[in-house]
């Protein structure tokens, strides 16, 4: 199974955005998370969303984030309101059984 990832761009602090990622095949009842990578940091877990639905977030986008799955399609969306400078970097879809990454999509929140 291949991820790829979409969606991101440039927006304003405060605004929104929506990311998508589609997977290539079936992703079964993997968990599938987002994480995030900003310039000179480590990559760092965003959320997650298990096969029965059950989100998971950090403490830094819980309240703002959500995290969506729809098996039918393969896909994974991550709708990101009321976004902040500290938002700023690449996202990454993973999921988790087989382990496989995306190539990411670069959010930059700026005025």
């Known amino acids: 199974v291949q991820l790829v990832e979409g969606g991101g761009g440039l927006v304003q602090p405060g605004g929104s955005l929506t990311l998508t990622c589609i997977a290539s095949?079936?992703?079964?009842?993997?968990?599938m998370d987002w994480y995030r990578q900003a310039p000179g940091k480590q990559r760092e877990f965003v959320a997650r969303?298990?096969?029965?639905?059950?989100?998971d977030y950090s403490e830094s986008v819980k309240g703002r984030f959500t995290i969506a799955r729809n098996d039918a399609q393969n896909t994974i969306n991550l709708n990101m309101n009321s976004l902040k400078p500290d938002d700023t970097g690449i996202y990454y879809c993973?999921?988790?059984?087989?382990?496989?990454w995306g190539q990411g999509t670069q959010v930059t929140v700026s005025s």
């Open positions: 969303i298990d096969s029965n639905l059950r989100a």
């Open positions: 095949g079936s992703i079964g009842t993997s968990d």
């Open positions: 993973q999921l988790a059984i087989p382990d496989t």
